[in-house]
């Protein structure tokens, strides 16, 4: 991930602290092809929306360097480094119209007032607001200063284009339909989009890859289904979709699948992704939707745990039932609502087990 | 809406409603009753009472209400003074006013207008009750000894006949009745009626009037009131004065408003005063000018600061808050004097420019005493009403628009000025408004800094107040200061809007 060569956006060795103290962003390495949809996914404090602003050129990074098309862009100030940005709170203008809001862009670019009208034009056009040219911000819904600040920040055609969090203030509907439109117009236009969000949903729908952050480092860039298929630590797995975490450790490792012994005795099979040696300590990951308690389907040789059915959660698509597994309480499964799908009780006893490749074995 | 709605009882849903509301809206107006109360007596009432004095005129008519009767049909254009029955009458005003004491407090006042009738109204008063006008009382007297009786004059006066026959003597006895009672203490019917009383019983009976017993009064040789007058004083015999006592007879006036202008009321209506009486006018351009000149030194030394609190780190902002507030905590008095030290030609500012040598020493800054004095001193004192409300508008203005600006590619300076700027100005409008309405109104600053050429119309009003006693006049002048300060806060709320106004929030 270090070299940079033909990278559209490129962070290199990146360090930022804020106090002399503490490193907010250690050892940044990242670079973009261009036209990707990046996102950064991490909880707050994880400094992605730090690593989005040196971008943006609103914080200077402390150490390394960040490339666009391959130039330093270090001393650059923002005003010149022809990057949109949709904040997230759109930060519109509240004393301009929609269309003064959309020309500013182009204003300070110095472009003719004909061409202006047009773009401006053709820019709300594109977000389906093309009416709202005389209203000011305020008198927009949520969804539509939504739409503006982004048509503001492609009105100037940048290449380059970073969200802040920009559907973080609206409500689950609005909120799909325009992750859909966003990635809609960024693929069609082309423009590389570096989208910065806490929320995965939203990262795994929209991303062609995810960078997800934790404690000022990337701990797995993949695409969607890798970083939900195959965490490559525990931080990951836990951090994106539900997941059951049994702790242990490794006894025997055999190629590709390894065995694993639980802090309770039991022996599990499990996917050895960053275990090295018989005897280490390992949190073994698995999805809720993979766990299977029909014996039948699963392989004659599995190891199997008992399981007592505590909880049964209908939740109309899928039914989500809480055991009590290997010592833990919370271990969860999760059924499709179908015709033949069985309806556990509480207090029922099943044993449950799973494919050796869905579960993964990963730092304790 | 034209159905009307029924509320589940069968009432109107907004009977029902209005009735639901009232109690809530009493026990609100309970709760601000003290409020408005103490409001209404301290503030409202004074105000009120203030600009009524401004047009207030009565004390003329009060005090002489014989003499502007008779002055009716004196014609001021005339070029002399009126006859002697505007003597006669002033006679009978002026024994009575006497004793009430307010023949000087009429001086006074209508000194505010001509020079010199103060002095002439004390001196009549002293003589007035030592007027030669024994030869009526003692005609009558000695007609019949029934004149000279006090319960005899008592009965006469209480004949509703004869009191018809005799209006001048009715009108005189009554007022020095009333007098009696309420100056002296004294009872009418145990006392002799004095001189004027007699004088006014010889004009009815000149004048045809059946006497209630018959005396001759032709031997009488008729004093001249008006000699006398004009014995005590010639300028009794001057028109000017008679006209300014007729000018101001009526109950109301515009003569204070006029002088709060630089106008007056001549002989032929209203008129400019003469170029060195005219003071008002230069005043209250210079109040505003001035004001003005506060108010841009405040915007122009607080944006920056309030700038720098909005965007510092709490503490820090709280720390330099401190500072500005700091101000607010000394007294008044303090800061002014400490700005006396500053400022004066031996002063600290002055000692530092020679010592630099920016200055020569035999050439040291006029600093106060003037106007820059008042405007350096009231910009310091104003400054926090400037800082404060600026603040509290930037502190709402989130620091995201200015990045917006600067990704959209403008620089630090049109990201400030298209972006920024704009949006502060309703901060900028409250603290102009704010720092103006108080500087035009401020007294105690330029007071001690302004000398002669940097004090403000405020200080015009506490002098009429408080020295020269001309209420009407310091009424008249505070009127039209609220009214142009009303008139600016609506020339404003026209051509900015006071909804662009913000205090905070």
Partial sequence: MTSADGAFVAFERVQKSYDGINLVVKDLNLSMPKGEFLTMLGPSGSGKTTCLMMLAGFETATHGDILLDGVSINNIPPHKRGIGMVFQNYALFPHMSVAENLSFPLEVRKIGKSEREEKVKRALDMVQMGSFAGRRPAQLSGGQQQRIALARALVFEPELVLMDEPLGALDKQLRETLQFEITNLAHELGITTVYVTHDQTEALTMSDRVAVFDDGRIQQLAPPDELYEKPENSFVAQFIGENNTLEGVVEQIKGNTCIVKLDSGDIIDAVPVNVSAVGDRTKVSIRPERVEFNRERLHDDAHTLKAEVLEFIYMGDIFRTRLRVAGTDEFIIKTRNAPDQQRLTPGDMIEIGWLAEDCRALDA | ?505
């Fill in chain 2, 1 to 505: 809406m034209s159905e009307l709605v029924m509320a589940a009882d069968g009432r109107p849903l907004k009977a029902s409603l209005n009735r639901a509301l009232r109690r809530q809206k009493l026990r609100a107006l309970a709760l601000i009753a003290p409020l408005l109360i103490f409001i209404l007596v301290s503030f409202v009432m004074p105000i009120a009472d203030m600009l009524f004095r401004s047009v207030e005129n009565e004390i003329v008519g009060d005090t002489l209400p014989r003499t502007t009767q008779a002055l009716k049909t004196w014609d001021p254009s005339a070029d002399q003074a009126p006859g002697e029955e505007v003597f006669d009458a002033l006679y009978t005003d002026m024994a009575l006013a006497v004793e009430y004491k307010s023949h000087t407090r009429l001086g006074s006042r209508l000194n505010y207008e001509k020079t010199g009738i103060a002095s002439m109204f004390r001196k009549s008063g002293r003589r007035v009750s030592k007027f030669k006008t024994d030869v009526y009382k003692d005609t009558f007297v000695a007609a019949d000894a029934a004149y000279s009786d006090a319960g005899q004059w008592e009965r006469w006066m209480s004949d509703a006949e004869i009191r018809a026959n005799l209006p001048v003597t009715t009108d005189a006895y009554d007022g020095w009745a009333k007098m009696l009672v309420e100056a002296e203490g004294d009872v009418p019917g145990e006392e002799q009626p004095w001189n004027f009383v007699y004088a006014a019983l010889y004009q009815d009976a000149v004048a045809g009037a059946e006497l209630p017993i018959a005396v001759d009064v032709s031997a009488i040789e008729p004093v001249s009131i008006s000699a006398q007058f004009a014995a005590v004083d010639d300028s009794w015999l001057d028109p000017d004065v008679w006209r300014t006592i007729k000018t101001y007879a009526p109950k109301y006036t515009n003569g204070y408003f006029l002088n709060s202008v630089d106008l007056m009321k001549g002989a032929e209506g209203i008129e400019q005063r003469p170029d060195n009486e005219k003071i008002y006018v230069v005043l209250f351009v210079r109040t505003m000018i001035m004001s003005l000149s506060i108010m841009g030194m405040c915007v122009l030394l607080g944006y920056p600061i309030a700038w720098l609190l909005a965007n510092l780190k709490d503490r820090t902002a709280n720390l330099l808050m401190i500072l500005v507030l700091l101000p607010f905590w000394t007294s008044l008095l303090v800061r002014t004097s400490a700005w006396k030290v500053l400022l004066q030609q031996q002063g600290v500012i002055n000692d530092l420019l020679v010592w630099i040598g920016l200055v020569a020493d035999d050439n040291r800054l006029q600093l106060i005493n003037n106007q820059t004095g008042t405007i350096i001193a009231m910009t310091h004192i104003l400054l926090p009403f400037m800082i404060l409300p600026l603040y509290s508008v930037m502190k709402t203005i989130p620091p995201s628009y200015l990045r917006a600006a600067k990704s959209l590619g403008a620089t630090n300076w049109t990201a400030f000025w298209r972006v920024y700027f704009p949006q502060s100005v309703p901060g900028i409008g409250a603290g102009c408004i704010l720092v103006f309405i108080l500087a035009i109104g401020y007294y105690i600053t330029p007071e001690l800094v302004g000398g002669t050429k940097g004090v403000f119309i405020s200080n015009r009003i506490a002098y009429h107040i408080s020295s020269s006693l001309n209420w009407g006049l310091a009424a008249a002048l505070g009127t039209i200061l609220l009214v142009i300060v009303m008139a600016l806060y609506w020339a404003y709320d026209k051509i900015v809007g006071i909804d662009n106004v913000k205090l905070g929030g």
